[in-house]
């Protein structure tokens, strides 16, 4: 049976035989298999999403907005130690999420103390022009935020949206020749640029996620 790497089945011990390349990403999934608490695509989403961004956003504490277990925000410290701080914030994280956070404490020590996990309100987290901003799959309205937030502190972003609500997100006109969802992202990052910011399309592979397309921007003057 094929493996397939959009499933939202939980990664397991009985899983470690799956990755038994001796790679970082090796590593990384075999430590998320040994806690038994990550859904498969998140692991895959979150090792694509922060491998992009730090080809491009180097150093800055990290901001993982809309968190989930925060996986993406250890991965991007494990990439880049020259990261002093990893905050991951959700209104509500998973009951899972502090025991995958203590297995990663465990397998890099030396970055246990430096992600921090906390609940709280996205619109209140104070951010910083020297932060790198990041959430992937924020629901609707929720990326919008994100955007908002780090474009008002001059923070570079990187977000990958799901959830598209044409009822409520921007579609700057365009609904009437693009699929709705590709409208709005289109206007995001419209709107990023006319914010002053360099603004830079991915896409993660589509066997992990339909919604793959990764926005990320930095102020003009940061580069």
């Known amino acids: 049976m094929r493996f397939d790497p959009a499933s939202r089945s939980v990664l ?133 935020v994100v955007l908002e937030r780090a474009r008002a502190a001059g923070a570079r972003v990187a977000v990958l949206p799901c959830c598209h609500d044409s009822g409520r997100c921007a579609l700057g006109g365009l609904g009437g020749w693009l699929d709705p969802a590709l409208a709005i992202d289109v206007t995001r990052a419209a709107q990023l640029r006319a914010a002053g910011y360099d603004v830079h399309t991915q896409l993660i592979p589509a066997t992990i996620t339909p919604k793959n397309r990764l926005l990320l921007g930095s102020p003009a003057s940061a580069i």
């Open 12 to 144: 397991a011990p009985c899983d470690l035989g799956r990755f038994p390349e001796q790679t970082l990403f090796g590593r990384i999934a075999r430590t998320v298999c040994q806690a038994a608490r990550l859904p498969r695509k998140e692991l895959y989403e979150s090792w694509e999403v922060a491998r992009r961004v730090r080809r491009r956003f180097r150093g800055g504490r990290v901001v993982d907005l809309a968190c989930g277990h925060g996986l993406t925000a250890w991965i991007m410290l494990i990439l880049d130690h020259s990261s002093e701080r990893a905050l991951a914030v959700d209104t509500r994280l998973p009951d899972s999420a502090g025991q995958l956070h203590r297995a990663l404490s465990d397998a890099w020590p030396a970055l246990s103390n430096r992600v921090v996990l906390e609940t709280g309100d996205l619109t209140r987290t104070p951010l910083h022009a020297s932060d790198v901003v990041v959430s992937t799959h924020a629901c609707g309205v929720l990326t919008d």
